[in-house]
């Protein structure tokens, strides 16, 4: 299977805590976007990146989290000192342009105690 | 500023009967259109998009969606419902001229289909 892969699937932490979530995109798909999905709601924008570029921040993005997606291919998300706020599960997704369909990973759930 | 409504919560239908997921979009320009579905403790599984062209949407698993303009709506149709439909079905929209392609989903509709 080629699709959108993330690492850990599930992660539990405490608050204050640093964590850090990966996401693997399909093959030669450029873009590179990460979500946030909280009980009850859709997915909300967080971040893109076009290649090594991240071109986009929402304001849901605070100074603890960054992102970074080194060589163009794998990216990271780093949340530090944790909070409970920050519980939901992360998604990645991967398209190879902007007209193109979003494929999505399996998302990791977050619960921060 | 372009927005997403999904009307209903949950939608319960019986095996076989048809299943309409309704979704409402408001935008300042021309809208790309996405359904998606999550299955439980999964991610979002892409089922079918309008971006130009004939308004009838074929997309995965025998569902369709009718874009409507003048009703700023992007229903999402299946017409015999299977007990495997039941799941979260999320609306998504994002502009043309949006060159960075993000997207802006709905709240969800649950659906569930009884045997």
């Known amino acids: 299977d080629t699709g959108v892969s993330q690492d850990p699937r599930h992660k539990i932490t405490k608050r204050g805590q640093n964590v850090t979530f990966r996401c693997d995109p399909i093959?030669?798909?450029?873009?590179l976007y990460w979500y946030r999905q909280t009980l009850g709601q859709g997915p909300e924008f967080l971040t893109y990146?076009?290649?090594?570029?991240?071109?986009?921040k929402s304001r849901l993005l605070s100074d603890r989290f960054s992102a970074e997606r080194p060589k163009g291919s794998f990216s990271t998300l780093e949340i530090q000192r944790t909070e409970q706020g920050d519980s939901a599960m992360y998604l990645c997704?991967?398209?190879?342009?902007?007209?193109?369909?979003?494929?999505f990973g399996p998302g990791t759930r977050l619960l921060v105690l | 500023a372009q927005s997403v409504a999904q009307p209903e919560d949950q939608v319960n239908v019986a095996e076989g009967n048809p299943l309409t997921v309704k979704c409402t979009y408001s935008?300042?320009?021309?809208?790309?259109l996405f359904w998606y579905v999550q299955y439980p403790n999964r991610g979002l599984q892409f089922l079918l998009k309008?971006?130009?062209?004939?308004?009838l949407v074929k997309g995965s698993y025998g569902f369709e969606a009718e874009f409507n303009k003048s009703q700023t709506s992007f229903h999402l149709k299946k017409p015999s419902a299977l007990v495997s439909d039941s799941a979260l079905y999320f609306c998504?929209?994002?502009?043309?001229?949006?060159?960075?392609?993000?997207?802006?989903f709905g709240a969800g509709t649950q659906v569930v289909v009884t045997p």
């Open positions: 997704a991967s398209s190879p342009g902007t007209q193109e369909t979003q494929y």
């Open positions: 093959s030669e798909h450029n873009r």
């Open positions: 990146f076009q290649n090594e570029a991240q071109l986009e």
């Open positions: 935008v300042s320009g021309n809208p790309y």
């Open positions: 309008y971006i130009t062209g004939d308004n």
């Open positions: 998504a929209v994002r502009l043309f001229t949006d060159s960075w392609g993000k997207l802006q």
